[in-house]
């Protein structure tokens, strides 16, 4: 089929046909609303740890106030972000799919502030708090300079996210795997595909047949093995291909 965009034909009568889509979204997605990425060199201050590192429950273990000001210097960028048009056109594109299932490995809630709704927040969200003894929620302690205290029990708040080493939340591991079983079309947005076990997610689509999509600025594990790939930005490539589909 030839279209009058670049979208590959293969991919929008892929989506035309689609009864379910999945999309998971890396860091990628919001990099051009200003967030930077895992592998973006952070500013200033941050540019000398490595994320890596930091988001560990060693790491706060270790130096609670450190990992604390990385999170609250975090907050303060990623509330300044807005929704990019990728994020937008994700939104518009569960509008004209009979089923999306939308994961995201990001903390920003960007995808719900462009209305994306049931997002499966794969590695929590930068705005909630938790005690770090009782892992109960807290109401959101904010930008404090010194590490909040638990209302509860006086131990030391964190940020709502999953950090290396931690087990993903069941109920989005579980949500997040059934949908792979009956997806027709897997989209991998934004993600360098190095993060388990969101990474072995698409190999899991394709097993079961589904069409495999990636959109990414690079190479990636995945992209030698994936059907379709779109090489760009999100927010320039993705709001074409919902004006093609
Ligand atoms: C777990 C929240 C059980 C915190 C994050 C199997 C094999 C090997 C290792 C493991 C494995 N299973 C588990 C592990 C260990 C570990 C892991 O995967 N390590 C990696 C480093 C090898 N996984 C875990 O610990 C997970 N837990 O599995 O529990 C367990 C535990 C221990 C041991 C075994 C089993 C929990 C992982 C969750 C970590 N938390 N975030 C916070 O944000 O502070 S992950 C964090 O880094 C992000 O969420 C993101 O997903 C990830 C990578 O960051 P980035 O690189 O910035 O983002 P991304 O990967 O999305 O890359 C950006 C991409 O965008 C690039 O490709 C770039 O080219 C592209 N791009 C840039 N601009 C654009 C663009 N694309 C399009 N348009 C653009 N404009």
């Known amino acids: 089929m030839t279209t009058s965009c670049d979208i590959p034909g293969a991919l929008i009568s892929a989506l035309r046909d689609a009864r379910h889509v999945y999309i998971l979204t890396g860091a990628g997605v919001s990099a051009e609303s200003g967030v930077p990425t895992f592998r973006d060199a952070q500013e200033g201050l941050w540019a000398q740890y490595d994320p890596l590192?930091?988001?560990t429950p060693e790491a706060f273990l270790a130096d609670p106030e450190l990992v604390w000001r990385w999170y609250r210097w975090r907050r303060e960028l990623v509330a300044k972000a807005e929704p990019n048009p990728g994020h937008y056109a994700i939104t518009q594109l569960a509008e004209q799919v009979p089923s999306v299932t939308l994961i995201t490995q990001n903390v920003d809630g960007l995808h719900q502030q462009a209305g994306s709704s049931d997002v499966i927040e794969f590695h929590g969200n930068l705005f909630v708090d938790r005690c770090f003894v009782e892992g109960t929620l807290q109401a959101n302690a904010g930008e404090q300079e010194a590490v909040p205290k638990c209302q509860d029990c006086g131990g030391h708040l964190r940020p709502g996210v999953v950090w290396f080493g931690e087990s993903i939340p069941t109920a989005a591991l579980d949500a997040a795997t059934a949908a792979i079983g009956n997806c027709d079309v897997f989209m991998s947005i934004g993600t360098s595909s190095v993060v388990w076990p969101a990474a072995g997610f698409a190999a899991g689509a394709a097993n079961q047949g589904a069409t495999v999509i990636e959109v990414n600025l690079e190479e990636t594990p995945l992209s030698?093995?994936?059907?379709?790939?779109?090489?760009?930005?999100s927010g320039e490539i993705l709001p074409e291909l919902i004006d093609c589909v």
């Open 53 to 55: 590192q930091l988001a």
């Open 224 to 233: 030698s093995t994936t059907h379709i790939r779109l090489q760009g930005k």
